[in-house]
């Protein structure tokens, strides 16, 4: 239970934590509101169906209380609970991947990744992305398929940097790979999508920083 007094906005996310830790439910509750929307949008555009997806946010936070006395503030808060839902959404994957095979028997394939060629790393760590550039309508919906046809490593790369606004440091952290290699997949997402928006008839370019430039 919380103890008097209001929670000053400026409370950082692992003040917050640690206050929860120490029994506070108003800093938990602060926690949800902050990071339920993005959180959602990374794990709805990672396993690809809206049920699903919430069942595993609803997996992430009840992670969240079951191993609050686990966390300590060693890093980001956001490093700890993107790890926590990319981790069940990895589990509810291969479970429904699984599950699809035993029934269907269907090939599972991300085929075009174009992860063969070597990249150069001097990908900036800012800048619009198409999402922001996607002035109307009609675009955003073309973005979002393009986004899901994409394999999935460099799909949760581009989510995680131009949904929910995580560093490409942290987005390292989260995946487990070098900060290099995180770079690489969100140039390789561009170029994908860049392709797969022109195949869907959209008349623009995605520039080196994201951003949906008109032909």
């Known amino acids: 239970m919380g103890t008097g007094g209001s929670l000053a906005p400026e409370t950082s996310d692992e003040q917050l934590m640690l206050a929860f830790q120490a029994g ?3 800093a938990f509750e602060a926690l949800v ?24 946010l609803q997996e992430t936070w009840l992670k969240v209380v079951r191993s609050a006395r686990e966390y ?11 790890t926590i839902a990319r981790n069940l ?27 063969g060629r070597p990249l150069g790393e001097g990908l900036p760590d800012d800048g619009a992305s198409p999402e922001r550039g996607a002035h109307n309508a009609r675009l955003r919906p073309l973005l979002e398929r393009a986004l899901a046809a994409l394999p999935e490593e460099q799909r949760e790369v581009f989510v995680l940097r131009e949904y ?6 942290e987005i390292a952290e989260v995946t487990g790979v070098s900060e290099n290699t ?6 390789y997402a561009l170029e994908g999508l860049r392709r ?8 623009g ?6 951003r949906t430039v008109a032909g």
């Open 24 to 26: 506070d439910a108003r």
């Open 33 to 56: 509101r902050k990071h339920r929307a993005p959180v959602f949008n990374f794990i709805l555009r990672f396993v690809n169906q809206r049920a699903r997806a919430e069942d595993v």
């Open 72 to 82: 300590a503030p060693k890093a980001r808060f956001t490093t700890w609970l993107y």
């Open 89 to 115: 959404c990895v589990d509810s994957t291969r479970k429904e991947s699984y599950r699809q095979a035993t029934s269907l028997e269907a090939p599972t394939a991300g085929a075009d990744g174009d992860e």
């Open 164 to 169: 929910s606004g995580i560093p490409f440091k």
């Open 182 to 187: 995180v770079k690489s997949r969100m140039r």
């Open 196 to 203: 797969r928006l022109g195949e869907l008839g959209v008349d």
């Open 205 to 210: 370019d995605l520039s080196e920083d994201g």
